[in-house]
């Protein structure tokens, strides 16, 4: 089950964290991975790792939030693997602020990457997955979207923009067998979660650590592991009756925190 055997998928912001974790996972599978980041270092170290594991696994350097790279990147794709069977959008950025004090560079910037990036990745895939009558597509959102949260205006944002998209690409793509989910995970442990305590708590890492866990219901931040599992099952074989639904993997936030 959940074999990926002959696929091909490109994984966005697949450099470091849960895009890693998908990248690593899907490659194991039997797909061939396309990782896309703007991190070369990052990208390579990705591929060195699923390659020499016996994956198959190709770096792509590309600024989603640039319509012109991304159209070059999928042509890259196409011409080495000859299709695109999975997209997964997962790169994205993370914003602390409020409605009054958030910047317009970067709202802006959360736009242009978070939400324009998706954007442009669906833009050039779309009509390849429309040509082959076949394609699946995910979506990374975020429980940003559902619920409120303090301090997050432009990310809830960025991630209620996806959630959108995500809809509206399952309703409009079904005559062409395309599949369109969404993942919305709460805080999740990975290297941003760390530097982002030791940055603005220094000296309090363990206590930030035990108190950001606990606001999970469950008791502990998930695992990237646990995001990429639920995204293989979504973009496998299995998941084909599965279209326009958003996921929570969330440690019981949304309908537990009260």
């Not at 039997?30 to 198959?56: H, M, P, Q, R, Y």
């Not at 944002?157 to 395309?178: C, F, P, Q």
Request: hydrophobic share 45%; with cysteine.
């Amino acid at each position: 089950m959940f074999q990926l055997t002959d696929k091909t998928a490109i994984i966005t912001g697949a450099g470091s964290g849960i895009g890693r974790a998908i990248a690593g996972l899907f490659a194991r599978q039997g797909a061939s991975v396309f990782v896309f980041d703007l991190n070369e270092d990052a990208a390579a170290l990705v591929v060195n790792e699923i390659t020499s594991e016996g994956g198959k696994a190709e770096k792509i350097i590309v600024d989603v939030a640039s319509q012109q790279k991304v159209k070059l990147a999928v042509e890259k794709v196409v011409a080495m693997a000859g299709g695109i069977d999975i997209l997964v959008n997962n790169a994205g950025v993370a914003h602390v602020g409020n409605a009054d004090n958030t910047s317009e560079a970067d709202f802006d910037r959360l736009v242009s990457i978070n939400v324009k990036g998706v954007y442009n990745c669906l833009h050039e895939v779309l009509p390849l997955m429309k040509k082959q009558s076949k394609g699946t597509i995910l979506n990374l959102c975020s429980i940003a979207a559902w619920v409120g949260l303090s301090d997050r205006f432009a990310y809830s944002m960025s991630k209620g923009a996806v959630a959108a998209m995500t809809l509206s690409v399952a309703k409009d793509y079904l005559e062409y067998h395309i599949r369109c989910n969404s993942i919305s995970p709460a805080r999740v442990f990975t290297p941003f979660v760390e530097g982002f305590i030791a940055k603005n708590y220094p000296g309090q890492e363990k206590e930030m650590f035990e108190k950001l866990s606990k606001s999970q219901p469950i008791g502990r931040m998930a695992s990237t592991d646990e995001v990429a599992s639920l995204a293989l099952y979504l973009c496998s074989d299995e998941a084909g009756f599965i279209t326009g639904c958003d996921y929570p993997l969330d440690g019981g936030f949304i309908k537990l925190n009260n």
